[in-house]
C-alpha cells in the first residue's frame, strides 16, 4: 500500500497524516501519542476512528500538528484519520464513521473582537448621564 495523506482542522487546529501499513504506532510531531496527549480522554479522541472500524493495530500514522490547544488538535487529528480511513476503503469503513459523526468538519471558530467593544459579544457598562 503507498503512503496516503489526509487533513483535518478544527478551531485553529491543522492536523497532516501519513497513514501506511504497520503495526499501529501514532507519532505526533516526533514523539509517541502517549507522550503528546498524556491525557486519557484525548488518546481516546484520537484513537476513535480506529477503533470504531478495528483497524487500531493496521495502520502507522504519522502526523504533523499545528496550531490551537490539546482539545482542538485532538479532535483535528480525529478527523484527519477518519478522511485516511475512508480514501484507504470507502465501502468497508465510510458507513460506520458517518454514522458516528466523525466525517463531519465542526464549522464553530472564535468569533471575532469588535472595534470599540471589549471582547466578541459583550459590551462596556452603559452610562446614561
Given at each position: 500500500?503507498?503512503?496516503?495523506?489526509?487533513?483535518?482542522?478544527?478551531?485553529?487546529?491543522?492536523?497532516?497524516?501519513?497513514?501506511?501499513?504497520?503495526k499501529?504506532a501514532?507519532v505526533?510531531n516526533?514523539?509517541?501519542?502517549?507522550?503528546?496527549?498524556?491525557?486519557d480522554?484525548?488518546?481516546?479522541?484520537?484513537?476513535?476512528?480506529l477503533?470504531?472500524t478495528?483497524?487500531?493495530?493496521?495502520f502507522?500514522i504519522?502526523?504533523?500538528?499545528?496550531?490551537?490547544?490539546?482539545?482542538?488538535?485532538?479532535?483535528?487529528?480525529?478527523?484527519?484519520?477518519?478522511?485516511?480511513?475512508?480514501?484507504?476503503?470507502r465501502?468497508?469503513?465510510?458507513?460506520?464513521?458517518?454514522?458516528?459523526g466523525?466525517l463531519t468538519?465542526d464549522?464553530?471558530?472564535v468569533?471575532?473582537k469588535?472595534?470599540?467593544q471589549?471582547?466578541?459579544?459583550?459590551r462596556?457598562?452603559?452610562?446614561?448621564?
Open positions: 500500500m503507498e503512503v496516503i495523506n489526509a487533513l483535518g482542522r478544527r478551531k485553529s487546529a491543522i492536523a497532516r497524516i501519513y497513514v501506511n501499513t504497520g499501529g501514532i505526533i516526533n514523539r509517541p501519542l502517549e507522550a503528546y496527549f498524556p491525557m480522554i484525548m488518546q481516546y479522541i484520537v484513537k476513535q476512528p477503533e470504531l478495528g483497524t487500531t493495530a493496521d502507522d504519522k502526523v504533523n500538528l499545528d496550531g490551537g490547544g490539546t482539545k482542538g488538535q485532538a479532535e483535528a487529528l480525529r478527523l484527519a484519520i477518519a478522511r485516511a480511513l475512508c480514501k484507504i476503503d465501502d468497508t469503513y465510510r458507513p460506520v464513521l458517518k454514522a458516528n466523525l468538519r464549522p464553530r471558530e468569533e471575532r469588535k472595534p470599540g471589549p471582547g466578541a459579544r459583550k462596556f457598562q452603559f452610562s446614561k448621564r
